[in-house]
């Protein structure tokens, strides 16, 4: 079955670390890649996406993510971290042919002051 | 803009009872529309899709049912609530297959 793994359910860092989340996926043939953050008391929003092109996207807020297709990985980064980060993080996929999103179960980051 | 609206935002229902969830999307047309439900701990689960007016895809076995009686409306709704239907419901949209998809800001429902 396609599925999505988040490895890092819950992480806590301070202000001005640097952030990476790890995303795999499981292979099904061509797929798109999103990062979603939920804020407290907010809806999903998209983060950024990777359809085809330059690995290496960025998106919203100064975060990055690299498709590194032989791993099935699109790994999330940001060099610096801010308290306005804390948020939960979901990886999600869409697979060749399918027509919905294979989400990860999603990280909570929590950034300290 | 394009601007998906859901309500209830909150729900608090009996077992057994029926439930109606609404989604509208405006600022488009013809959107592929979306009902996902995230259970406690758990991630996202695609539910029911739809590509066009009355016409809805199911993903998964369940108590629940979808209708799309207008282009730009999605209803979720059950005839008699169980327990396990306890959940965060999203609706979403987008333009066409393997497109971004835009999410609502949710319902939240519990049943006793």
């Known amino acids: 079955a396609q599925s999505v793994s988040q490895h890092n359910h819950h992480v806590i860092l301070s202000e001005a670390a640097s952030l990476e989340l790890g995303c795999n996926y499981s292979y099904g043939g061509t797929v798109n890649l999103f990062w979603y953050v939920q804020y407290p008391g907010q809806h999903l929003q998209l983060l950024l996406k990777y359809f085809s092109g330059d690995p290496l996207v960025k998106g919203i807020k100064g975060f990055e993510a690299e498709f590194i297709k032989s791993k099935f990985s699109f790994n999330l980064r940001k060099p610096s971290v801010q308290w306005s980060d804390t948020a939960e993080y979901f990886c999600?996929?869409?697979?060749?042919?399918?027509?919905?999103?294979?989400f990860g179960s999603g990280t909570r980051l929590q950034v300290q002051p | 803009s394009q601007t998906i609206h859901q309500w209830p935002a909150t729900l608090v229902q009996p077992v057994g009872s029926p439930l109606s969830l609404e989604c509208t999307v405006e600022?488009?047309?013809?959107?592929?529309l979306y009902w996902y439900r995230q259970a406690a701990g758990r991630g996202l689960q695609l539910l029911f899709y739809?590509?066009?007016?009355?016409?809805i895809s199911s993903e998964v076995p369940q108590n629940l049912s979808a209708s799309r009686p207008q282009d730009r409306q999605f209803i979720l709704s059950s005839k008699k609530l169980l327990l396990s239907d306890s959940g965060f419901y999203l609706c979403?949209?987008?333009?066409?297959?393997?497109?971004?998809?835009?999410f609502g800001p949710g319902t939240r429902l519990l049943v006793l």
């Open positions: 979403a949209w987008s333009r066409g297959q393997q497109e971004t998809q835009y």
């Open positions: 600022g488009t047309s013809n959107p592929n």
């Open positions: 739809s590509v066009g007016i009355g016409q």
């Open positions: 999600a996929v869409i697979y060749t042919g399918r027509r919905a999103l294979t």
